[in-house]
């Protein structure tokens, strides 16, 4: 079927094609959709968030996946070129930057706040508008929106530079997974989550919050340090140690 998101610059002055990439199911089976329907595709983009310069936002079975399997795998079996971009600034870093403005002047920014959610400005957007800057080309870039997120697609149809695929190939997310797993480029985040996300994301379900603190103690304990210094709680009602004394209550109880 013809594009409804359309592919721009067909015909026109020369443009780069992008894939950004998360390497989870939407944007990976994007990206398998781009190559059955030979759509022009020059360079896979993925901005990788960094806790500090040393370990991954990503969950560490999702970084594992991402570095040792899938990106070897787009690369060697695909033929494609993949790029890895980071913010010059980490989680961590921006954390503890000393606050200039307002009450708290000096004291540690905290962790990011609905109405302050540094994170994605510094450590996902920056980057990527470096990256958009740096090329000498115009850009395309497809993004991994499937059929059935109506809203998500609302907002793209603004955007002449951006298409998805997924949608207009009427892929859904349920059909997206399948893909990957047929592909064998499906996470392992997938057994134990729904979306894959920094294990230190705010916005986390609290479920997901739980799981890091049994199965990640060692990040777990970054966040209580960080708690510690922190003027704000992690989340809008409950700091680390409140979620804490709840998940040791829960155990507890079983």
Partial sequence: PPPQTAVAGLGEAPMKYIASCSFGKDSL???????????????????????????????PEHAEFIHNKAIPILELVYGLKVSVVRADTNYKEQFYRPRTKGERIGQATGFPTLWSPWCNGYLKRKPMQDYRASQSEPLHEYVGIA????????????????????ADYNITETKALEMCQAAYLLSP???????????FCHNARLCEMKQLYIEHPELWAHLAEMQSAAWNSFTKRNSIFDLEERFKKEEAQQ
């Fill in 29 to 59: 089976a994007m990206i398998l959709t781009i190559i059955e329907h030979s759509l022009p595709l020059d360079e896979v983009v993925y901005c990788e968030v960094m806790y500090d310069n040393t370990t991954s936002g990503e969950y």
């Fill in 189 to 199: 985040i997938y057994s134990t989550h729904k979306r894959n996300g920094c294990w």
């Fill in 147 to 166: 059929a059935d997120e109506p809203k998500r697609l609302e907002r793209l149809l603004k955007k002449p530079d951006v298409s998805a695929p997924l």
